[in-house]
Nanobody, 115 residues
Framework: QVQLVESGGGLVQAGGSLRLSCTASGSIFSINAMGWYRRAPGKQRELVAHITSGGSTTYADSVKGRFTISRDNAKNTAYLQMNSLRPEDTAVFYC?????????WGQGTQVTVSS
């Protein structure tokens, strides 16, 4: 089993920034992928950003140029730097950890962007 602990959500004004962190523990494997998904009110969960243990990244079109995903493999931690936040970014953000054919999810952290 893998446990994920997220932090960094909160309330911010439009145009502001937040940084989310997600630390994995438990049955960690060196080859893995981590990512952030979000679920806005009334919408389905969607991919925000994804990063492999080798550092390859993928972003949703809606966040390209504003969000940056990174990771510290020594700390088993992924980060999501979110800049130029918009009200439409308001959602619960979930950390994802994928390895050996299994996917694990964090409990979610609320991000609210006021206009």
């Amino acid at each position: 089993q893998v446990q994920l602990v997220e932090s960094g959500g909160g309330l911010v004004q439009a145009g502001g920034s937040l940084r989310l962190s997600c630390t994995a523990s438990g049955s960690i494997f060196s080859i893995n992928a981590m990512g952030w998904y979000r679920r806005a009110p009334g919408k389905q969960r969607e991919l925000v950003a994804h990063i492999t243990s080798g550092g390859s990244t993928t972003y949703a079109d809606s966040v390209k140029g504003r969000f940056t995903i990174s990771r510290d493999n020594a700390k088993n931690t992924a980060y999501l730097q979110m800049n130029s936040l918009r009200p439409e970014d308001t959602a619960v953000f979930y950390c994802m950890y994928q390895t050996r054919g299994r996917v694990y999810w964090g409990q979610g952290t609320q991000v609210t962007v006021s206009s």
